[in-house]
């Protein structure tokens, strides 16, 4: 039961984390799975293969990459935001453990994908704004914020996936308070 929750929390973890960087945190969990610090489920074991590795760090570079070249980071912004939803409900299904497919599939669309969609939708308005505001030159600055969002809760949730549930929590919750208060002022 023990194993199970941790599963849960280190794949909702790595959800928000694909909010920020799509390929980081998928990056991450393959190289937790290749060093053997994670088990993946059976069918998701070619994950922490070296070919997967390869392909996912390379994704990962030219992902971060992009994403300081202004504009072109809000283009990648509106394949990234169904993207993420996608790469959240993955990395769920594939860490939570001992779980009946039915309840796994639904837990990764809702708590994965939901989590990962929430931030990305956020730092993809937050680019637009920077965007608009500054010309696109504030928009390093959210990109490395971004990076480094992911990085964190990505190393969080492989390492203490407890602390990395509560940190989502949290987020969330400073999410929907920050987009609650953003209604308000518009009306």
Known sequence: MTETVISIFLGIGLAASVGFRVFLPLFA???A??????ELNDSWQWVGSLPAL???G???LFEIFAYYIPFVDNMLDTIAVPLAAVAGTAVVVSTASNLDPIVTWSLAIIAGGGTASAIKGMSSATRLTSS????????PVVSTVETGGSVIMSLLSIFLPVVSFVAVLILLYTLYKISKRFKTSKN
Do not use: H, K, P
């Open 29 to 31: 969990l393959s190289l």
């Open 54 to 56: 390869v392909t996912l």
């Open 132 to 139: 608009a505001t500054t010309a696109g030159l504030g928009n």
């Open 33 to 38: 799975s290749y060093f053997g610090m994670w």
């Open 58 to 60: 390379v994704a990962m």
